[in-house]
């Protein structure tokens, strides 16, 4: 596994993780923008939430039928980090009457294994053919985090997504990495990407 290179460390608003786990997933080469769900919090304190949530969410899907998986890691392995993830469909449900991911309420529809059913929308990232939707599929840590070890892991799906909020037929990315979660660290382990390969 190689370190992750700094210049795709970007921020995406890994809104349920600490921070370190918001830097540790890579960012979109060629992104014209990133966005973070806390522009959900507008949608809260304008009022509007009722009615944004007024109709039926409406949902598009992707099949995928394939399988992403890594090499054998002591390190991935003790903090139980899945040797594969598998993808019947792909998809992205948006409360009406809203054509983004970003706001309360919407949700990455993951029909597979281990991981399935509504997942958290961590961010995106603005592309010329519309946006890369980036879907959480877990986080995993050690019973006791020591300052200096790699000793939490994040993983990711990245889907794509018109500017209508429709899901896209393009190649599916998985992203994982190991990091050092531990509070107040002065020298945090650098993160290491974990590679999840498709399987061919």
Not at 178 to 193: M, N, Q
Request: charged share 20%.
């Amino acid at each position: 596994m190689n370190a992750i290179h700094p210049i795709v460390l970007a921020v995406f608003a890994l809104s349920a993780l600490s921070g370190a786990a918001r830097a540790a997933l890579p960012a979109f080469e060629g992104s014209a923008a990133a966005v973070s769900l806390s522009m959900a919090g507008a949608v809260r304190d304008s009022g509007v939430q009722a009615w944004a949530r007024a109709g039926e969410p409406r949902a598009s899907f992707v099949a995928v039928n394939a399988c992403w998986s890594r090499a054998a890691d002591p390190r991935a392995d003790a903090l139980g980090m899945p040797l594969r993830f598998c993808f019947q469909r792909l998809g992205i449900e948006i409360p009406q009457p809203y054509h983004l991911p970003f706001v309360d309420g919407s949700a990455m529809l993951v029909e597979g294994t281990p991981v399935a059913g509504r997942r958290h929308i961590s961010g995106g990232a603005r592309e010329a053919w519309g946006w890369t939707i980036i879907g959480d599929l877990g986080s995993f840590r050690l019973p006791e985090e020591k300052c200096g070890q790699l000793n939490s892991a994040v993983a990711a799906v990245y889907l794509a997504m018109d500017a209508e909020g429709k899901v896209l037929d393009r190649p599916v990315k998985v992203y994982a990495a190991l990091y050092d979660g531990s509070p107040l660290c002065r020298t945090p382990a650098p993160s290491v990407e974990v590679s999840y390969t498709l399987e061919r």
